[in-house]
């Protein structure tokens, strides 16, 4: 097993040397998959030192890893389905991500309300039970707050409130954990391509032994062999199997999940918190900086897997909940500023409705020489990579190498070493403010970068233009664009704005007014045709409309 060699950029060309290096010398584990899962499998191979390849079809996160409920949970709910060892494996991952990624991991307040005609010490009894789970220790356990304290935090929640449990929890980006591990992969010697399809596996004498491989940007094609490879497809996994011609041991059943984003001046809460309105609807809602964002559907979904998007009757039962929810804040249609929907992949329970069924995750290892996995949560995705790879040892010539580095090296953003991580950023902000930049600008970096910023304000020092922003009342800088297209592989227009920068769901009017100048950026750093410049913003517009407020 090949030793992990220093990575390639991480740019265009580095994309398209990835693939060259792919097919020109065999690897350990190649990856099928972008989301959260096999970019934390690929993480984990490359810092064992196995010669790893990770795929990608669009772009990292592109799925369900980008349109999550964003938060780094314990599972509280799965109590009530006795799913203890799924709890507590998720109650602990919380802390090890938190130290991994500071930067994007962050603690948030979470509370448990009760009304009238409750059980007050069954909801009690229940966080006591999630506190022994968790490991949990004074700060960190729950506590009790009567109505006038849980009302500060959750002003307008409706009556008749008894008070709320609080407990500490994580948010997250998504779409920036994701990559980061993707990144950190690089970093420690995997070779990563997004935009790359696997049209086939390679199969001799009934195992299998590769891909290959489409580059959907330039039309090449490559020929990638492995010792194993780990279909990490998330929703895609069953489809992939059936293609190979090996049907799955369990099917899975996908179940949708839609969240609403509102002003927070409209509902003003703190934290987060569970929902459930007076018809007994539940759900949740969450403090995003200037946002709230209130989730959500679990419904079974049969669509199209590539446009997954939420429908108008969906958005409306959402809307509906978070009105009866908070009676005095008068929602309205108008205040839905975007939409996302997500799939959850998961292993059909017979009798149980995807509310119901496990989140655990399953891995299966046939046909010989493929590993897929199945099921899973985002909290638990470093978890599951130790045991997708463990289950892949057997295929390995000379066995799986130790492991353990995935819960002590820090992600690419995080300041390893610093003892005061959060500090370092403050830093870097506090710089950036002295050059002029805008505090919404800043409250944006907070939640979506580390060691980062000091490359924004290093590209401010050569040329201050790069820190002035990409429109009027888009709070996002024109260096981001560079940054995503030099360091972070970006290379359409939908891959910064959604999945690198977040404007595409937390910017005002899905960032649109600052699409164009993103366009040119790229246009000037790829290459880009006038003509295909134009049809990056055209094809940007057409995503926004399917996340603002649908029409059917």
Not at 92 to 104: C, F, Q, S, T, Y
Not at 105 to 121: D, L, N, T
Not at 454 to 461: A, V, Y
Not at 478 to 506: I, P, W
Request: charged share 25%; proline share 5%; glycine share 12%.
């Amino acid at each position: 097993m090949g030793a992990a060699r220093e990575g390639l950029s991480l740019d265009a060309r580095g994309r398209v040397a990835a693939l060259d290096d792919l097919a020109t010398r065999p690897v350990d584990v190649l990856v099928i998959g972008g989301g959260i899962t096999g970019c934390g499998v690929a993480r984990d191979a490359a810092l064992r030192g196995l010669r790893t390849g990770l795929l990608e079809q669009v772009d990292f996160g592109f799925g369900t890893s980008s349109r999550s409920s964003k938060i780094v949970h314990g599972g509280v709910r799965y109590l009530e389905q006795f799913q203890l060892g799924l709890v507590r494996e998720s109650a602990r991952e919380r802390a090890v991500l938190h130290r991994l990624a500071p930067h994007i991991v962050r603690p948030i307040p979470f509370h448990y309300p009760v009304f009238r005609g409750e059980s007050r010490w069954k909801i009690r009894m229940g966080l006591h039970l999630f506190d022994v789970l968790a490991g949990s220790r004074g700060a960190e356990r729950s506590v009790f707050l009567g109505p006038r304290e849980t009302r500060r935090a959750l002003p307008g929640l409706r009556d008749p409130l008894v008070g709320s449990v609080r407990y500490p929890e994580y948010i997250t980006d998504d779409a920036r954990l994701t990559l980061e591990n993707a990144l950190s992969a690089a970093a420690h010697g995997a070779r990563v391509a997004n935009h790359a399809r696997v049209v086939d596996l390679l199969e001799e004498g009934g195992r299998i032994v590769g891909a290959t491989v489409e580059d959907l940007l330039t039309g090449s094609a490559y020929e990638i062999r492995a010792q194993v490879v780990v279909n990490a497809t998330g929703p895609w996994s069953e489809l992939f199997l059936r293609s190979c011609g090996s049907p799955p041991p369990h099917r899975l059943v996908l179940s949708k999940g839609i969240h609403i984003l509102l002003p927070a001046e409209r509902v003003p809460l703190e934290g987060a918190t569970f929902l459930r309105s007076r018809r007994g609807r539940t759900g949740l809602a969450m403090r995003r900086g200037p946002w709230v964002y209130v989730g959500t559907s679990d419904e079974p979904f049969y669509g199209d897997l590539n446009r997954v998007r939420s429908r108008r009757s969906e958005v409306l039962e959402i809307l509906e909940m978070t009105r009866d929810c908070f009676p005095d804040a008068d929602l309205t249609e108008a205040d839905v500023k975007a939409t996302w929907a997500g799939l959850r992949p998961l292993v059909h329970q017979e009798g149980r409705s995807t509310r119901e069924m496990s989140r655990a995750d399953e891995v299966w290892t046939e046909p010989e020489g493929l590993v897929t996995v199945a099921g899973g949560k985002l909290t638990t995705y470093r978890k599951m990579a130790e045991r997708i790879l463990h289950a892949a040892g057997s295929a390995l010539n000379g066995g799986l190498p130790p492991g353990g580095a995935t819960a002590r090296v820090p992600l690419i953003g995080s300041p390893s070493g610093a003892e005061a991580p959060q500090s370092a950023r403050e830093e870097e902000l506090d710089g950036l403010r002295a050059e002029g930049v805008a505090e919404a600008t800043l409250e944006r970096f907070t939640w979506l970068y580390g060691l980062q910023l000091s490359e924004l304000r290093k590209m401010g020092r050569e040329d201050p233009r790069w820190l002035e922003p990409l429109a009027a009342g888009v709070p996002a800088l024109r260096g981001e664009v560079r940054m995503a297209v030099e360091q972070e592989m970006a290379v359409t227009l939908a891959d910064f704005m959604d999945r690198r920068s977040s404007l595409l769901l937390f910017g005002p009017d899905h960032g649109l007014a600052g699409a164009g100048e993103a366009s040119r950026i790229m246009a000037q750093l790829l290459g880009w045709s006038e003509e295909r410049r134009e049809r990056e913003v055209d094809d940007y517009r057409g995503l926004a409309r399917e996340h603002g407020f649908p029409s059917d």
